[in-house]
């Protein structure tokens, strides 16, 4: 399965867990416009009052420029800003979601109507320059472990409202999707353990909820949780907090039966260091819940 946002889109999400729900492209199309939709209600109000100092019908070229090194993210929804309020709008892009852009490089062409312009821009940037920021962030750590069996994963510490568009963001950096929220996966962690009386009973109690349609995993604080996770069939186990001897023996004890991941206090002073030990998965909260933002410029002048 592809994820086709527009003709300039070449990436898509590993297979696996996003494909439990639906349809990703679809997922993301209509995310795409609400994100939108909502950004630009946000944003205009009643009215753009500023652009009112510009005639009507005045033509605009604009063109786009990344001040730092990055990767692109964020194209469609760019676009969308733009094309709800100047449906003829030409938009060209000269790199795509997913490249490395360089300082002093001209991303995008624009022709479009000034007033359209110059109400649309701060959202098209605000979401342009986010996104990038969160693959760029993913990038890094994935080249940190570049040669290692483990594979950077995110989590649910995403911006409210913008956890697909960050997401897709994560793929665009080379990272991997964990699942998309409450509904298309169990995440059995500590207070959920003690809820259900033990790491024993919650597994038997999850699978009677999966029924084989979505995927379990189980978080785990000591080798001793480990072991009986494994005794009771689990696949997927999250090591909590371990530190790196812990990781270590935890690898070792589980003998490949399982997929493990490592999660808790990741750094990218430390994460090749955990990669280092075998685990599978390294999941990482600050890929979308500390960001920041890519420095972008948009300069246009009377076309």
Same mark, same amino acid.
């Given at each position: 399965?592809?994820?086709?946002?527009?003709?300039?889109?070449?990436?898509?999400?590993?297979?696996?867990?996003?494909? @439990?729900?639906?349809?990703?492209?679809?997922? +993301?199309?209509?995310?795409?416009?609400?994100?939108?939709?909502?950004? /630009?209600?946000?944003?205009?109000?009643?009215?753009?009052?500023?652009?009112?100092?510009?005639?009507?019908?005045?033509?605009?070229?604009?063109?786009?420029?990344?001040?730092?090194?990055?990767?692109?993210?964020?194209?469609?929804?760019?676009?969308?800003?733009?094309?709800?309020?100047?449906?003829?709008?030409?938009?060209?892009?000269?790199?795509?979601?997913?490249?490395?852009?360089?300082?002093?490089?001209?991303?995008?062409?624009?022709?479009?109507?000034?007033?359209? /312009?110059?109400?649309? =821009?701060?959202?098209?940037?605000?979401? +342009?320059?986010?996104?990038?920021?969160?693959?760029?962030?993913?990038?890094?750590?994935?080249?940190?472990?570049?040669?290692?069996?483990?594979?950077?994963?995110?989590?649910?510490?995403?911006?409210?409202?913008?956890?697909?568009?960050?997401?897709?963001?994560?793929?665009?950096?080379?990272?991997? @999707?964990?699942? +998309?929220?409450?509904?298309?996966?169990?995440?059995?962690?500590? @207070?959920?353990?003690?809820?259900?009386?033990?790491?024993?009973?919650? /597994?038997?109690?999850?699978?009677?909820?999966?029924?084989?349609?979505?995927?379990?995993?189980?978080?785990?604080?000591?080798? =001793?949780?480990?072991?009986?996770?494994?005794?009771?069939?689990?696949?997927?186990?999250?090591?909590?907090?371990m530190d790196l001897a812990q990781m270590r023996q935890a690898v070792g004890l589980n003998a490949g039966r399982a997929e493990l991941e490592a999660s808790g206090g990741v750094r990218l002073d430390t994460v090749r260091a955990i990669a280092e030990t075998g685990?599978?998965r390294i999941s990482i909260g600050m890929l979308t819940k500390d960001v920041r933002a890519i420095d972008l410029s948009l300069r246009h002048t009377e076309g």
């Amino acid at each position: 399965m592809k994820v086709r946002i527009n003709r300039t889109s070449k990436i898509s999400p590993e297979k696996g867990l996003v494909e @439990n729900s639906m349809e990703f492209s679809v997922l +993301l199309a209509h995310e795409i416009e609400r994100n939108v939709l909502a950004a /630009l209600a946000e944003d205009i109000g009643g009215g753009d009052l500023t652009a009112l100092l510009t005639p009507t019908a005045r033509r605009a070229l604009g063109i786009v420029t990344c001040r730092e090194s990055a990767v692109l993210c964020g194209t469609a929804w760019f676009d969308s800003c733009l094309h709800h309020l100047d449906a003829v709008a030409q938009i060209r892009w000269l790199a795509q979601d997913g490249d490395t852009i360089k300082a002093g490089q001209v991303i995008c062409e624009i022709v479009a109507e000034t007033r359209a /312009l110059l109400t649309s =821009e701060r959202a098209a940037l605000n979401f +342009l320059q986010l996104l990038s920021g969160t693959a760029t962030l993913t990038r890094v750590y994935v080249k940190a472990v570049a040669g290692t069996h483990a594979r950077i994963v995110d989590t649910r510490k995403t911006l409210p409202g913008l956890r697909l568009a960050q997401k897709y963001a994560v793929t665009c950096g080379g990272g991997t @999707n964990h699942r +998309l929220g409450l509904y298309d996966g169990i995440l059995i962690k500590e @207070n959920h353990i003690i809820a259900a009386g033990g790491i024993t009973p919650a /597994l038997e109690r999850a699978r009677s909820i999966a029924s084989g349609k979505v995927f379990i995993q189980i978080e785990v604080e000591t080798l =001793e949780q480990l072991a009986e996770a494994l005794d009771q069939g689990a696949t997927m186990i999250l090591l909590d907090n371990m530190d790196l001897a812990q990781m270590r023996q935890a690898v070792g004890l589980n003998a490949g039966r399982a997929e493990l991941e490592a999660s808790g206090g990741v750094r990218l002073d430390t994460v090749r260091a955990i990669a280092e030990t075998g685990v599978d998965r390294i999941s990482i909260g600050m890929l979308t819940k500390d960001v920041r933002a890519i420095d972008l410029s948009l300069r246009h002048t009377e076309g």
